[in-house]
């Protein structure tokens, strides 16, 4: 388990660094996850190596949404200004994501049927 930790946390702080040479353009958690992902996929990386950890980690996931939650909290002035905005923004790309889903069913669908 103390290895997956140790790939998991590398790929993470190798996403970070590559992160900050292209300017946060990409966050680094997600160029880790990707790198990792592709790690996996080549098989450079074997997914008993990282399972256990990666396991214990998503069980405990909602610990990992604490912060976040507290940002909001404190940011709470701030929201409620911007409320009106922040409905639209929801309902828009709502909408335009059941749109878009659809759509790709549709074509997927025809294609499974051809």
């Known amino acids: 388990m103390l290895k997956g930790l140790f790939i998991i946390l590398l790929f993470l702080v190798v996403g970070n660094g590559i992160s900050l040479l292209i ?13 990792l ?5 080549t098989r450079l990386i074997k997914k008993e190596d990282v399972k256990g950890s990666a396991d214990a980690l998503t069980g405990n996931m909602s610990l990992f949404f604490v912060p976040a ?9 701030l929201l409620r200004q911007n409320l ?8 828009i790309s ?9 759509w790709l069913i549709q074509k997927l669908e025809k294609r499974n049927d051809e």
Do not use: K, Q, R
């Not at 939650?69 to 002035?77: H, I, K, Q």
């Not at 009106?84 to 309902?91: D, N």
């Open 84 to 91: 009106s905005a922040i409905i639209v923004s929801i309902l």
């Open 23 to 35: 300017g946060d353009f990409i966050p680094g958690s997600v160029i880790g996850m990707i790198l």
């Open 37 to 41: 992902f592709l790690g996996l996929l």
């Open 69 to 77: 939650g507290v940002g909001l909290m404190e940011a709470f002035g």
């Open 94 to 102: 709502t909408i335009l994501v059941v749109m878009v889903t659809g």
